[in-house]
């Protein structure tokens, strides 16, 4: 099973930016599509942005769209998620997952990070 690692979260101030990171050790993160997803309290996990294994733009879910980057490096088996203009209710634990696909959308995720929390709050 693909294990994935999430870092990067912290207490933002409203409108600063944040990068998150999910990393894979042990196998070729290159082969699959990685999505970010959120969860806050009380709430169900969203899917909030995709990338494919070859790249490229990415998706975003309207919530985040023209604020939230992702990007990949391969070489270095990372995805990232810039987010920019935080807002309050971006607080929430972040992870990233991956299924058998190469391509977006991820689909059913059968393999999630331990997710990292992001609090938006001044």
């Known amino acids: 099973q693909l294990q994935l690692v999430e870092s990067g979260g912290g207490l933002v101030q409203p409108g600063g930016s944040l990068r998150v990171s999910c990393a894979a050790s042990?196998?070729?993160?290159?082969?699959?599509?990685i999505g970010w997803y959120r969860q806050a309290p009380g709430k169900e996990r969203e899917g909030i942005s995709c990338i494919s294994a070859s790249g490229g733009s990415g998706n975003y879910a309207e919530s985040v769209k023209g604020r939230f980057l992702i990007s990949r490096d391969n070489a270095q088996n990372i995805v990232y998620l810039q987010m920019n203009s935080l807002k309050p209710e971006d607080t929430a634990v972040y992870y990233c997952?991956?299924?058998?696909?190469?391509?977006?959308?991820?689909?059913?995720?059968?393999?999630w990070g331990q997710g990292t929390q992001v609090t938006v709050s001044s």
């Open positions: 997952g991956a299924s058998e696909r190469s391509a977006c959308p991820v689909g059913r995720v059968t393999s």
């Open positions: 042990g196998f070729t993160l290159s082969y699959y599509a």
